[in-house]
């Protein structure tokens, strides 16, 4: 599985994209990374970056991945796990076309209010990690401090 940490800029960023999630039942009205499943023989940025086409109708400049405890990622149960790359939209408005029934832009200013979405129990792991990455401090109200570059060096992706 691959997920996209959308924000509004990677140099700067100030807002990170959410969606709501519209099926299956049980997962119906939590929030999530958009993204989806790496197809045989795609890399997983390929992946991303199809699966945001289809989900939001967008597509992306990709950043640097955020660091997982693994090399396959971020556990999601016993047989998954999701890498999950930072981003920034390039082309297109965003739009829940498939998958989800709302997106949302969340100020990076308000970490808590990010934290208290009724996420994918298996992402708050990866929410909390990424506020952190992005310097985002959590408890004490304040707002973004210095954060390491989540752009990615290269220049262009797939
Ligand atoms: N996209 C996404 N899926 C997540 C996250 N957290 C999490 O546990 N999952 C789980 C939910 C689903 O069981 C699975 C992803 O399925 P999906 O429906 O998004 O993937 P997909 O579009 O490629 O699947 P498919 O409908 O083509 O079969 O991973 C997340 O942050 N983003």
């Keep these: 599985m691959v997920g996209g940490a959308l924000l509004d800029n990677l140099a700067k960023p100030t807002q990170l994209l959410v969606a709501r999630r519209s099926a299956p039942e049980q997962l119906a009205g939590l929030w999530e990374f958009p993204g989806g499943k790496v197809e045989a023989g795609e890399t997983p940025e390929a992946a991303l970056a199809r699966e945001l086409v289809e989900e939001l109708g967008v597509s992306v400049e990709l950043g640097t991945e955020l660091k997982a405890a693994h090399a396959h ?86």
């Excluded at 004490?140 to 570059?149: C, D, M, N, Q, Y």
């Design 73 to 158: 990622g971020w556990p999601l149960n016993d047989r998954a796990s999701m890498r999950v790359y930072f981003g920034q939209i390039s082309a297109g408005q965003p739009q829940p076309l498939e998958d989800h029934d709302e997106l949302r832009w969340m100020p990076l200013s308000a970490p808590e209010a990010i934290l208290a979405l009724p996420w994918i129990p298996a992402d708050l792991p990866i929410v909390r990690a990424l506020l952190a990455t992005l310097g985002a401090v959590v408890g004490e109200g304040a707002g973004l401090g210095s954060h390491p570059s989540v752009a990615n060096s290269k220049s262009g992706n797939c």
